[in-house]
T-cell receptor, first 109, second 115 residues
Framework: RKEVEQDPGPFNVPEGATVAFNCTYS??????FFWYRQDCRKEPKLLMS?????NEDGRFTAQLNRASQYISLLIRDSKLSDSATYLC??????????WGAGTKLIIKP | ETGVTQTPRHLVMGMTNKKSLKCEQH?????MYWYKQSAKKPLELMFV???????ENNSVPSRFSPECPNSSHLFLHLHTLQPEDSALYLC??????????????FGEGSWLTVV
């Protein structure tokens, strides 16, 4: 079983729609959680941290479910510029960053 | 302007060639990293340096040889690579060895193609 699993997609979504991705992790002792965004042929960039109470940043909402060991990312009112690959990152109990392979999102006009 | 710069951005090399990737960070950080990202695969940590000392080597083949002459510069020397080594190589830095997901900074990457 992969340590961090994501649906690779692609998710093809019309502009303006709401889209959600999940990411599951295997190590229940994992400490911190993050979503990164990676544009085509570019480096990953931090999108947002994921807090236990859930957090929101504009159109983006991240949530953590420790009991079921998954985190989610919700994007509302999607824009063409949201097209990218979204990477889930988990910091384990040894302070190692474990990366998911990413979910590709394509927003269509 | 990114705080972590990598050169070259693109590299095509034959299996018998020797080349090097260069990374420089302008953030005053003490730890630097090399990651490999293959298509549709997670980032794989290759090497970690803290204060110029290698602290982690994740079973990387010897055809990849890192060098960290000072805390601002990191090299990845490449020789006799295989086609499956074609990937995006990302350099990153963080203030100290324990990099959380929101304290690690990536360069733009070097696209390597081995022919």
């Amino acid at each position: 079983r992969k340590e961090v699993e994501q649906d690779p997609g692609p998710f093809n979504v019309p502009e303006g729609a709401t889209v959600a991705f999940n990411c599951t992790y295997s190590n229940s002792a994992s400490q911190s959680f993050f979503w990164y965004r990676q544009d085509c042929r570019k480096e990953p960039k931090l999108l947002m941290s994921v807090y236990s109470s859930g957090n929101e940043d504009g159109r983006f909402t991240a949530q953590l479910n420790r009991a079921s060991q998954y985190i989610s990312l919700l994007i509302r009112d999607s824009k063409l510029s949201d097209s990218a690959t979204y990477l889930c990152v988990v910091m384990d109990s040894n302070y190692q960053l474990i990366w998911g392979a990413g979910t590709k999102l394509i927003i269509k006009p | 302007e990114t705080g972590v710069t990598q050169t070259p951005r693109h590299l095509v090399m034959g299996m018998t060639n020797k080349k090097s990737l260069k990374c420089e960070q302008h953030l005053g950080h003490n730890a630097m990293y090399w990651y490999k990202q293959s298509a549709k695969k997670p980032l794989e940590l290759m090497f970690v340096y803290s204060l110029e000392e290698r602290v982690e080597n994740n079973s990387v083949p010897s055809r990849f040889s890192p060098e960290c002459p000072n805390s601002s510069h990191l090299f990845l020397h490449l020789h006799t690579l295989q086609p499956e080594d074609s990937a995006l190589y990302l350099c990153a830095s963080s203030q100290n060895r324990v990099a959380t997901g929101n304290t690690i900074y990536f360069g733009e990457g070097s696209w390597l193609t081995v022919v």
